[in-house]
């Protein structure tokens, strides 16, 4: 079973750095794309970046300069480094890749998760 295994998460102050990770399990396919999205309490789910393989990397605003999406294929995990938070990057972070399988076409996966919070 092809799951998105997200780690990283945690609690840190105004201004301090996080690396979640996004992780493939369970399947040999490759990562074409992956997407960062957040959610807020009581808010809905927001894109945070991109990046499409062989592509430049996206962001959005509230993040462009401070965020920055990777992927490491021969690992098939995805990484967004986060600098310089701030509390309003408050949220529960989510995954999401785009797989092809091997003759099999591509596919949508989301992660479980990760819980950010930031203190000020």
């Known amino acids: 079973q092809v799951q998105l295994v997200e780690s990283g998460g945690g609690l840190v102050q105004t201004g301090e750095s996080l690396r979640l990770s996004c992780a493939v399990s369970?399947?040999?396919?490759?990562?074409?794309?992956m997407s960062w999205y957040r959610q807020a309490p009581g808010k809905q789910r927001d894109y945070v970046a991109r990046i499409f393989s062989g592509d430049r990397p996206d962001y959005a605003d509230s993040v462009k300069g401070r965020f920055t999406i990777s992927v490491d294929y021969g690992k098939s995990t995805g990484y967004l480094q986060m600098n310089t938070l701030k509390p309003e990057d408050t949220a529960i972070y989510y995954c999401?890749?785009?797989?092809?399988?091997?003759?099999?076409?591509?596919?949508?996966?989301w992660g479980q998760g990760t819980q950010v919070t930031v203190s000020s």
């Open positions: 999401n890749a785009v797989l092809h399988h091997p003759g099999l076409g591509v596919a949508t996966y």
């Open positions: 369970g399947s040999a396919a490759r990562i074409n794309a």
